[in-house]
């Protein structure tokens, strides 16, 4: 800078701005802070002090912003009609939508900061020269808010050296830009420019300590003392200021630096560094739970107020004279009564109806394949099922027919159907659980159709492949022409009304694990009845289905209470929805459709897909289930589905949200005025006091609210209730949410095989406060969270599946879920495909939240929509999220029908599997509970206790086997008391018995030793060591073989002959330099009077070789047993006593110890 004439006058920079600029090197060492982020905030700093030279851009010295639109005004702009795969609309609210939005605008407006982004090392910055190549970090968004503070006039002093990178950096690119989407000065005015004549460069390099080649700092050293001076003000995440007091942190060439790391994680840190060993007292010590700060309750948190809740009862269940007493012989009855009945229509890809299935061929093919269920099937000339086996009935939701033949033929055979879903690949997501349940459900065959059979996995043999997981399956498929006709005389025997299992189906826990709810055949019939009842169905009556007919709705409505009514079902297959979403408006237009069996997803889709369709009217309908009904967001699609069609038939009394669990099976439905039902109601509640388990009303003008409808009255003839979540069942208050309980007859009996947590949700005794049970009847947990409202009305507000306790509050998957689509989710995430789910960290839930990428999206797009989506998370929910990921388009595991598998989702975050393309973590926002410094205990507990005895090397229990029987005092007890006595038995009474093959590494046998063989074998090296060896009673031998048949025929022989077998492992041919002077030592150290061994080996021990390692001359007498004569010894040597020593065995530790033991 002096070659252009401009003479410096330097000054030292004020302390303020020299800890700044520290604060800025100690962002970019940790990578909070970008590049670009670093040089503008850099260079605005030193603006004051920079004289404005020829070259230099204004923009280096004065930041010029200009103010985006708000979000809130671009909240206000109507909406475009968004694409049907834009998002998840499960969760769609405009409401809530707008919510969001204004939260995100007063963030803006509260200059929050956004979270900063670390940069990715595969971009190459264009500054990089400008930089010094070692830096500190602090947090960017902090920095941005920083207040500028007044700047004191200090005394120049002259320096006459610049650093190069300084100069570079002055002399460097205008086009930096920072990361953060806050302005640094308030209002987002520019920053005036000083005169030149302050301009101090050689000071700042005098005093900001900035060495070139230093180290980042150490975040785990110990804190210095407090700085003398005030640090500038930083609002925190929550906009509540922090003190003025800072502590340092020193870098790795000792110069101290303003530390901007969170006192929390600093704690978190200090308390992790520990030595890798603690001492030994340590260990006696309970410290783990003690260690982690218990969050205390807030005095000020919501608390019910209200009295406890009463059981609330239903209406009586009719005892159903005018319709069949079950539902086989309601089968039998259209079947032979109204064969041509249409009971089933299945429609293909392009909407045509393929086949409809009446009641007749109902009725004939389902005989047909219970008779060769029974009768056709063997194995070993033996039925290979018997009444009660389960078998396990897999078709694409393509082919209803065949499944409900499948189903009713299992019914009529007496068997247990359990339905699954088709497995595509051999690692679908949670296949391997399904496997587990066909196994626990001991499942041998399974039920498809040839179409599906040819679409499985295929082994090399071309059979259907073995999944990992599943139990050996025989794949039975069952179009007409394989199977039996029965003859006219065979009539099934099956009993459908008594406690017998009917059918099991499967439900995927939160946790992943796969389990089967069995429901017998009286809940069945009474599940149907209670269905018929509450929803008026009769007979002829045309009902459209879209859901998934082979569990829970679509399977009670479209399979069984439809069958038990004589109503015609059309079905409409998910590949059909997802090309013509409204396929199922137009077959309701078409078959003039008395009901609809939809969910609230496919209500939306069909919004979308409307305009323009001019003919068609949903008049018809008197019911529009939405199956869904429990899920609170499903309001906003069934409000917005009225507003459009109501001007095309639909009356707003017809649609009619129900609630279900896979074990309470239906609970509630709500039901059109014509059928008693009272007027609809809707609830706007605080999820505030939700997350507290409270229900606050609240108005719609607030962010943080939650719009919920009723989902009807309680099933008929069951009784409900609502308990607390956790501990003992007791009755909530009248406003307190809680888990609903059902007393019915109409509910799941027990999960298979799991008599454990069967007896915790199915035997489930709700008691009073004083601890008085409500009922003599068990009530069956439904999994679902919500209260009773006025008339009688169910409100859910989640599940218990998607809950997450954070701390001591309460929040639910699918209202996060909700609140992250809000945030215009269509340029970034793909498809609106989005989990979330909590891991633990520390004994408390942290909320995870995973999305799909759109490929088109960019990296600082998707973060900028990462960003926002915290906050909204916190202004709505009030928590914090600990990790959000988005993950490339297509890459989530899938469930069935198309979702994402929540579980699988979360297996694969815990193992490090989901391969994220952008990470957003944010501990320090949700972990709240950190350790505790430290404390000596005041006494020791009892798991302590077991700990310490446990490393100090103490005995604290012990195990033992069974005794074993006194031997009797018998002449056959005696015979047999030693092991030469019992193969002389074996020889004489199973001669030809094999006791030993030897395999070799091909795995053919190449040597056997039956019974009579081992005790000649055995013979023959007794005879030897007693006429060859001439060796005594109770003299050594050593036994140098390797293992094989030969080693045990010559311990026997020893046996046989009253010697000590010593077992030693022969020296290795390649290696006897080593291998030799073990097998030596063992032979001197055991006295063995013989070396008893195979041909090969003998000479190995006396071949040249060996007498380089050994001395060969010492060897005891060698005998090789490969050619023995065949003699026979004139006694079998019989012990005197138990305690005779029987054989040597000796071992080699790595340090060459030589331990033996006598048995």
Same mark, same amino acid.
């Given at each position: ?44 700093? $030193? ?54 939005? +204004? ?313 247990? =159907? ?28 399974? $039920? ?147 009901? +609809?069996? #939809? ?85 706007? $509640? ?18 943080? #609210? $939650? ?8 099933? =008929? ?39 454990? /947590? ?19 009847? =068990? ?67 942290? /909320? ?38 988005? #993950? ?42 950190? =350790? ?228």
């Amino acid at each position: 800078m002096a070659d252009r004439g401009c003479p410096l006058e330097a000054a030292p920079l004020p302390a303020e701005v020299r800890e700044s600029l520290a604060e800025l090197e100690l962002e970019l060492s940790e990578g909070d802070i970008t590049q670009k982020g670093y040089e503008k905030k850099r260079t605005k700093l $030193l603006a004051r002090y920079i004289p404005l030279t020829q070259g230099v851009d204004p923009c280096l010295q004065a930041e010029h912003r200009v103010p985006g639109p708000p979000l809130a005004a671009a909240a206000s702009k109507p909406q475009k009609s968004r694409p049907s795969n834009a998002r998840d609309e499960r969760f769609r609210s405009d409401v809530h939508t707008e919510a969001v939005q +204004a939260a995100l605008a007063q963030y803006k407006e509260r200059k929050m900061p956004m979270p900063s982004k670390r940069r990715s090392v595969l971009v190459h910055s264009s500054v990089e020269t400008c930089t010094p190549p070692d830096t500190s970090s602090a947090s960017e968004d902090e920095g941005s808010l920083r207040r500028p503070g007044r700047l004191t006039s200090t005394s120049f002093q002259n320096h006459t050296s610049v650093e190069p990178w300084l100069d570079r950096v002055i002399q460097g690119s205008s086009t930096s830009s920072s990361a953060s989407s806050t302005s640094s000065h308030p209002g987002g005015r520019p920053a005036a420019a000083p005169s030149a004549t302050t301009t101090a460069l050689a000071g700042l390099a005098a005093h900001a300590h900035i060495d070139l080649h230093s180290a980042p700092p150490d975040v785990t050293t110990g804190l210095a003392e407090h700085l003398h001076y005030e640090r500038p003000q930083v609002a925190s995440v929550r906009g509540i200021p922090r003190g003025h007091s800072g502590s340092i942190l020193e870098t790795a060439d000792g110069v101290p630096v303003n530390s901007r790391v969170s006192s929390k994680i600093q704690q978190l840190l200090n308390t992790l560094k520990r030595p890798k060993r603690p001492p030994l007292k340590e260990f006696f010590v309970d410290d783990f739970e003690e260690l982690l700060e218990v969050q205390q309750p807030d005095p000020n948190q919501p608390k019910p107020e209200g009295g406890q809740m009463a059981v609330l009862r239903g209406e009586p269940l009719s005892a159903g004279a005018r319709g069949p007493p079950t539902l086989l012989t309601a089968l039998q009855r259209w079947g032979t009564t109204q064969p041509k009945a249409p009971c089933l229509t299945a429609l293909d890809t392009a909407g045509k109806a393929t086949f409809t299935l009446t009641y007749g061929k109902l009725w004939s093919r389902s005989l047909k394949l219970a008779y060769t269920l029974l009768n056709k099937l063997t194995s070993k000339n033996e039925p290979l099922l018997k009444p009660g086996d389960r078998v396990a009935l897999v078709f694409p939701n393509s082919d209803p027919v065949m499944f409900m033949v499948a189903f009713y033929g299992c019914l009529l055979a007496e068997l247990v =159907p359990v339905p699954i879903e088709v497995p595509l690949t051999r690692k679908d997501a949670g296949s391997q659980q399904v496997g587990f349940l066909l196994g626990s459900c001991g499942v041998t065959l399974a $039920l498809t159709t040839d179409a599906c059979q040819k679409g499985l996995p295929k082994a090399q043999t071309g059979e259907v492949a073995t999944f990992k997981g599943w139990p050996p399956l025989a794949w039975l498929v069952i179009d007409g022409k394989h199977l039996a006709k029965p003859p006219k005389d065979w009539h099934p025997l099956a009993q459908d009304t008594g406690p017998g299992t009917a059918y099991i189906e499967y439900k995927t826990s939160k946790e992943g694990s796969t389990v089967g709810i069995t429901v017998s055949h009286a809940s069945l019939l009474a599940h149907c009845r209670a269905l018929t009842q509450a929803c008026g169905y009769t007979e002829a009556e045309t009902l459209t289905n879209v859901l998934d007919f082979k569990r829970d709705a679509g399977l009670w409505h479209g399979v069984l209470t439809s069958v038990m009514n004589r109503m015609h079902v059309v079905s409409i297959p998910y590949a059909l929805m997802k090309v013509n979403p409204l396929s199922w408006i137009q077959k309701v237009y078409s078959y003039k459709a008395r009901a +609809a069996l #939809v969910k609230s997803r496919d209500m939306h889709w069909s919004l979308l897909a409307q305009r323009g369709q001019r003919d068609i009217s949903l008049s018809s309908l008197r019911m529009l289930i939405v199956a869904d009904g429990a899920n609170p967001w499903s309001v906003s699609s069934c409000d917005a589905f009225l507003n459009v069609f109501q001007s095309r038939g639909l009356r707003p009394e017809v649609i009619c949200p129900c609630a279900s669990s896979p074990e309470a099976l239906t609970v509630a439905i709500r039901r059109p005025p014509d059928l008693g039902g009272p007027p609809p109601r809707k609830a706007v $509640l605080s999820m505030s006091g939700l997350s507290y388990g409270v229900i606050r009303v609240d108005t719609e003008e607030k962010l943080s #609210v $939650l719009t919920v409808q009723d989902v009807g009255q309680v099933m =008929p003839g069951a009784s409900a209730c609502v308990v607390k979540v956790e501990g003992t069942p007791y009755l909530c208050k009248t406003d307190e949410v809680g888990e609903i309980c059902v007393n019915s007859s109409a509910t799941g009996t027990a999960y298979y095989g799991l008599l454990g /947590i069967t007896k915790n949700v199915f035997e489930t005794v709700p008691v009073t406060a004083g601890g008085a049970p409500v009922s003599d009847r =068990p009530f069956t947990r439904t999994g679902l969270l919500g209260f009773i409202g006025p008339d009688n009305l169910v409100f859910v507000v989640g599940k218990l599946d998607g809950l997450m306790v954070v701390g001591v509050r309460r929040h639910n998957a699918d209202d996060v879920v909700a609140t992250a689509l809000a945030v215009e989710p269509m340029k970034f995430v793909y498809r609106g495909r989005i989990a979330v789910f909590s891991v633990t960290v520390l004994h408390d839930d942290r /909320i995870v939240l995973v999305a799909e990428q759109r490929p088109d999206a960019s990296e600082e797009d998707s973060f900028q929509w990462m960003s926002r989506v915290l906050q909204a998370i916190d202004s709505i929910h009030q928590v914090g999220v600990y990790c959000l990921a988005l #993950v490339p388009a297509n890459t989530l595991p899938k469930a069935p029908l198309g979702g994402i598998h929540i579980s699988e989702t979360k297996q694969r975050f815990l193992e490090g599997m989901l391969h994220p393309c952008n990470v957003l973590m944010c501990p320090h926002t949700c972990v709240t509970n950190l =350790p505790k410094p430290r404390q000596k205990q005041p006494e020791v507990g009892p798991a302590s206790m077991i700990v310490g005895n446990l490393v100090a090397g103490k005995r604290i229990a012990q195990a033992s086997g069974r005794e074993l029987a006194h031997l009797e005092d018998s002449d056959q007890a005696r015979k047999f008391l030693f092991l030469a006595d019992v193969l002389q038995w074996r020889a004489h009474t199973t001669p030809d018995h094999p006791l030993f093959l030897l395999l070799n590494a091909k795995g053919t046998v190449t040597s056997t030793a039956t019974c009579i063989q081992l005790h000649k074998r055995a013979e023959r090296v007794a005879a030897a060591l007693m006429e060859k060896g001439r060796l005594d009673a109770g003299d050594h031998v050593a036994l140098v073989y390797p293992p094989g048949v030969d080693l045990i025929a010559a311990f026997y022989g020893c046996l046989y002959c009253g010697c000590v077998p010593v077992t030693v492992r022969p020296p290795h041919p390649q290696n006897l330099g080593t291998t030799l002077p073990t097998v030596k030592m063992i032979v001197e150290v055991s006295k063995s009077a013989c070396v008893l061994s195979t041909q090969a080996i003998t000479r190995l021990l006396k071949c040249k070789e060996a007498a380089a390692a050994v001395d060969v001359r010492a060897w005891p007498t060698i005998l090789d047993t490969d050619d023995i004569p065949k003699k026979k010894v004139a006694s079998i040597f019989r012990p005197p006593s138990p305690d005779v020593l029987a054989y040597l065995d000796f071992s080699v530790s790595t340090t060459g110890i030589l331990a033996g033991v006598k048995p």
